[in-house]
Every structure is written in C-alpha cells, then in structure tokens.
C-alpha cells in the first residue's frame, strides 16, 4: 500500500472533527483591564477559551475583573496561561494587526485578510484556530508575525488605523459573532443549531509545522541563499496558512518534499 493509500484509508476511518470555535489568545498585554473587555467580548459573542501570553495580574478585585461583567465568572477565571511556541505549534494562528503597510515582496504583514473574509471562510474549516492579539503600544512584533499563519486586519482610516487592545477584538469577534453563537441553520454549534458537514479539516498544527520544518530543510539542500531564506519560508508559511491544508494534502507534500530533500537523482 502507497503512502497516498495509507492517508485515504486513515481519512475513512477517522471520525469527522468537531467544530471548535476560535480560541482567543492575547500576548503580552500591560492592562488588566483591556484583558477583562476582551473576556468581556468573547461572552458576547459566544466564544469561550481564553489563552493567554506574560499577563499582567489579575487579581479577582481588580480591574480585569470589573470590566469583564458576566465573563468573570467563566471566561477570565478559565484562561490558560501559555507560552508563544505552545501558541503556534498547537493552533492555526491568525495574527490581528492594525498596521499592515507592506507588499508581496515582504511577506511579514502580507498578504492579510479582514474580518469580514474570515467570517466567511472560518466557518467550513475544522481544526483548533487562535486569533492572536498583541500588545496595547505595540500590538505584535515583527519577530511573532514571522511565525504566524495567516494576518487579519481592521479596514480603518489611513489617517488613523491603530485601535486600542480591546476595541480590535471586540470588531473582530463580532465580525465572527457566528461562529460563536450560530446563526438559526447553523454556521456554528451554537444553541438550537445543526452542525452541518464540514467542508474541510484543517491538518493538526504539528503537522504543519512539520512541514515547514522540511521546507527548511530542502531550501538548505538547494543552497537557496541564506540571506533570503527567512523571507521565503515567511511566504510559504502565508500561502500554507491561507490554504487550509487537509491532513492528506500536508501528508503528501510533507512526502514529496522529504523525497526532494533526499534527492534519489543524486550519484550514489
């Protein structure tokens, strides 16, 4: 049996995945409070983990608490405290930023997708998803974009796009309130909702990143200049992170791409 073989028939035997809704995850943030109005959001509009990166503390009588209304009794005692790598070796991220201001000769903060566009996508792909906030001064750091699947952006004056912590995650998850709370026929699972067959399921992140690692590694046996290599594997994890790869699709291009890397045209 053919590796392709293997994949379809594990593809028939495994159970189709359940929809999760997107995790919300926040790095790094420096106000207690923009944590609550943020748990305060995710209750809103239906979406219930909460991940967080180096947060401040939270104390129960603090401000965290006082803005987070109805989440400080679920949501924001619930979160889950987690590091950067574990954030995207485990999820499909999707990095919310204000500032995209590049091109397709820098893949840092392109291409990106707003709200909106994930609204309509997000809903047929299965799999755990994170969607990334950055801090209140800075948002995400060039260094954390790198790493990121997918960019997502706010349509906002040019004059003045920079939105304040809270105020971003609270447009975006009202953009994709459906995914948290259905929507009567259901995009969702949400209350009085039938899920309906998946269109796709996305591949475990640590396939993915799998693949990536050997992409890395063929750009290596091809000597692909050094200087361009970090730019090249930005891009491709763009195209990856935009495409929703199936667990068979990553299983076969992780297959041709070891058998690259291993060059059977090579003498001896």
């Known amino acids: 049996m053919s590796d392709d073989d293997e994949v379809a028939e594990s593809d028939r035997e495994r159970p189709r995945t359940q ?15 923009n944590v609550g109005t943020i ?17 401040p503390e939270l104390d129960p009588d603090g401000e965290a608490y006082g803005f987070a209304g109805h989440a400080r009794d679920d949501i924001l005692p619930n979160a889950t405290e987690t590091t950067f790598d574990d954030l995207v070796t485990y999820y499909h991220t999707i990095g919310c930023t204000a500032v995209t201001n590049e091109d397709d000769d820098n893949h ?13 996508r997000l809903p047929a792909v299965g799999g755990p998803t994170a969607l990334v906030f950055g801090r209140e001064r800075v948002g995400l750091t ?6 990121i699947d997918e960019i997502c952006s706010i349509p906002a004056s040019a004059d003045y796009p920079v939105l304040n912590l809270g105020q971003a995650a609270t447009i975006t998850l009202y953009e994709l309130r459906e995914l948290g709370l259905g929507s009567g026929e259901g995009r969702a699972d949400g209350p009085g909702t ?17 693949l990536y690692d050997q992409w890395d590694d063929l750009l290596a046996e091809l000597n692909h200049p050094a200087e361009k290599r970090e730019k090249t594997m930005r891009m491709i994890r763009r195209v990856y992170g935009r495409a929703d790869l199936t667990e068979r699709e990553a299983t076969t291009f992780l297959g041709l791409l070891r058998r690259a ?6 003498d001896g």
């Open 142 to 147: 060039n260094a954390e974009l790198a790493r």
């Open 194 to 210: 039938q899920l309906p067959d998946l269109e796709r399921v996305r591949a475990p992140e640590p396939l993915v990143e799998r």
């Open 39 to 55: 748990a305060r959001a995710m209750k809103n509009f239906g979406f219930e983990e909460l991940l967080l990166i180096d947060p």
């Open 108 to 120: 840092v903060r392109f291409p990106f997708s707003t709200p909106a566009d994930l609204a309509d």
């Open 261 to 266: 890397t291993e060059r059977p045209d090579r």
């Open 19 to 33: 929809f999760r809704r997107p995790a919300v995850a926040v790095v790094d943030a420096q106000t207690p409070g």
